[in-house]
């Protein structure tokens, strides 16, 4: 692989996971465009298939739907009791079956290892970071923990984009959070 802005799943995801939202709020263009673009950034989420790209989309489809979810809940609060305990149970399961994933003589710690270097990477350099899709470069640098493989990304977006852009981008992100969510 060769490293670069979206040479993985949680970058990809974390690329397409706005528009998705973007055209879901979207009122001035077509309804044709906004469904076909939005089914894309969707099947880019598909293909990415990053778990915490679709609970980033599912919070994010509560709180643009938040009244209407309300007023659903109040109507019909059994029937919703049922859709939380479902939905917590896949959750679940899903944790179950990614811990499971991960063998060998670290049992399921790869993740807190990578977390653990992008975190040594942002203490590196805490205003700007090491840079955009420098993580896999600089990995075997700050690798920490038990001896695990090398990785191009640091499998959490938020972990990752704090590693190659720090404190700045950060920021970014949560402005572009803050004034584009209602």
């Keep these: 692989e060769i490293p670069s802005t979206l040479v993985n799943s ?18 001035t263009s077509p309804f044709a465009l906004r469904v076909f673009l939005g089914a894309a950034a969707f099947l880019t989420l598909c293909l990415a298939r990053s ?3 679709f609970c980033a989309l599912a919070a994010a489809a509560v709180v643009l739907n938040r009244k209407t979810l309300g007023a659903l809940w109040r109507t019909h609060r059994a029937k919703g009791v049922v859709i939380l305990l479902i ?43 090491i840079g955009i899709g420098a993580y896999a470069d600089a990995y075997p640098f700050f690798k920490t923990g038990a001896p695990i493989q090398n990785t191009v990304f640091a499998h959490n977006f938020f972990v990752g984009l704090l590693a190659e852009t720090g404190l700045v981008g950060i920021g970014a992100a949560i402005l572009f959070l803050f004034f584009y969510c209602p």
């Excluded at 149970?89 to 063998?103: D, E, P, R, S, T």
């Excluded at 060998?104 to 790869?110: A, D, E, F, R, V």
């Design 51 to 53: 778990t915490g790209a």
């Design 87 to 129: 939905v917590c149970a896949a959750g679940g399961w899903k944790i179950h079956q990614k811990i499971q994933m991960h063998v060998g003589p670290y049992l399921g710690m790869s993740r807190v290892y990578y977390w653990e270097s992008a975190l040594k990477m942002f203490r590196s350099a805490p205003l700007s970071g």
């Design 10 to 27: 949680s970058v990809l995801a974390g690329f397409a996971l706005p528009w998705v939202i973007f055209f879901w709020r979207e009122r």
